[in-house]
């Protein structure tokens, strides 16, 4: 049996048509608000309390989610524009053979973020699955989430669209179950009373920046799914608010049981479902399944992406072949549970580092250098050699991203700025960049003149 008869997907990085594209507003709200309520994005939420209240910390997001959406808006409509996945949109920056260093590392974050994710489901579906039955086991429940992502993404976009849209919805009923629970056990005057207390040291401007940051994380694969949507204003429309809703439903879910946990004289952590569970074992239990379904959601855009990527290095492969692969792969790693957690605010960090810097220059060369045309064509076959530049690889923008990387790198690592780093690096990238075109054209034009007047 073929894999298209088995209803398995042949998806590819070919331009989708205009005439088969399937996402309306609704749909791309869908995508993209069942993307970020996420267990991470809520872990995250979570550490910005008690060293903020918890009104503090929910103006932050909001703010935050609200800058961060720009650039990922941005990044997206060039999917919708041109119909190709994001890391084919890598080539005419980076050149035809400089696009594959994106796409690998791309394919390597993917890879790291759904073990932190799935091993966090895991952990979540067996609270609820002991709460039921008395029976745990870890490993097992991690294993068959990631699993459940792997089938999912095999049958491709259309499944992935769909199951987006029904996850979406169930998200947001049980959530705001949890956040009236939350609200009725403690009124909230007495989250805006609370004492604050340095735990992570994560508050104001820092907070701001991880908020920021976290879209960074979706950049590189919004226009795998944004390349479906109908047109342009639809597409930029879901995006933008569908993202922001979850991301202030996500982060403010987890700095409120953060909160939760102090007034109740609990120790926060990264286990949700257990603080609320001590005080409503059944809400306990619900919020094991947001957990789960959250992951399961996400994993399954994370892991199809990371096939794209895959694809947008060796074309001509099918994508049954690399999602088995790196859906096991995915599922291996996940196992490496506590190791991920202790590692997760660095690994974020290192996002920030590898991918700001990439797509401050994409962004600056589509939207300001090329006014907003690529050759699609061209993108794909290289036949014209536009984007050939020095055997295929664009050395100015390389240079341009080795200064990006560095700036954000020392001024996380090795003295970290009290604005954060995140828009720092995504400005002077962008700034660099411009300034190497202006001196390098400015010196092949004075090369050519000094050529014309000694001949």
Request: proline letters at 3%; hydrophobic letters at 50%.
């Amino acid at each position: 049996m073929t894999e298209e008869a088995a209803g398995f997907s042949s998806d590819g990085i070919m331009p989708i048509e205009t005439g088969k594209r399937t996402m309306g507003f609704f749909s791309t709200f869908s995508i993209w608000t069942g993307a970020n309520i996420v267990v991470t994005t809520m872990y995250t939420g979570m550490l910005f309390v008690p060293d903020m209240t918890f009104w503090q910390a929910l103006w932050l997001i909001l703010l935050g989610s609200i800058a961060g959406a720009v650039p990922l808006v941005l990044m997206g409509n060039i999917g919708t524009r041109t119909g190709l996945p994001t890391m084919v949109l890598m080539r005419p920056a980076f050149g035809i053979k400089g696009g594959i260093l994106p796409s690998s590392v791309n394919i390597l974050i993917l890879v790291g973020w759904s073990w932190i994710q799935a091993y966090m489901a895991g952990a979540s579906l067996n609270e609820a699955v002991y709460f039921l039955t008395g029976y745990s086991n870890i490993n097992l429940f991690t294993i068959v989430t990631q699993a459940s992502v792997l089938v999912i993404t095999l049958y491709g976009h259309k499944v992935v669209e769909s199951a987006e849209t029904i996850v979406a919805a169930i998200m947001v009923v049980l959530t705001a179950v949890l956040f009236g629970f939350i609200f009725m056990t403690f009124h909230p005057i007495e989250f805006l009373q609370m004492k604050t207390t340095a735990v992570s040291g994560i508050k104001g401007i820092s907070a701001f920046d991880i908020v920021v940051a976290t879209a960074f994380t979706w950049v590189p694969i919004v226009c795998d799914y944004n390349r479906h949507c109908k047109n342009e204003r639809t597409g930029m429309a879901g995006t933008f608010f569908g993202y922001i809703l979850s991301t202030v439903i996500a982060m403010g879910l987890g700095a409120a049981v953060s909160a939760f946990a102090v007034l109740g004289h609990q120790q926060p952590d990264h286990q949700m479902a257990g603080i609320i569970g001590q005080y409503h074992p059944i809400l306990g239990f619900i919020a094991a399944i947001v957990i789960f379904l959250s992951v399961l959601s996400t994993n399954v855009m994370v892991l199809y992406s990371a096939v794209m990527s895959y694809l947008s290095i060796f074309s001509k492969q099918r994508f049954i072949f690399p999602a088995i692969a790196l859906g096991i792969i995915t599922i291996g790693g996940s196992l490496l549970k506590e190791w991920l957690l202790d590692h997760f605010q660095n690994f974020l960090l290192m996002i920030g580092t590898l991918f700001i810097p990439i797509f401050a220059i994409v962004l600056v060369d589509y939207y300001i250098v090329r006014k907003k045309h690529y050759h699609v064509d061209e993108m794909l076959t290289g036949e014209k050699r536009f984007y050939w530049y020095q055997k295929g690889f664009h050395v100015r923008v390389y240079f341009t991203y080795l200064f990006g990387a560095v700036f954000a790198y020392y001024f996380s690592y090795v003295i970290p700025l009290p604005i954060g780093v995140t828009i720092p690096t995504f400005m002077a990238t962008g700034l660099f960049y411009l300034a190497v075109l202006k001196v390098t054209e400015r010196r092949a034009a004075v090369t050519e003149m000094v050529k014309k007047n000694l001949s």
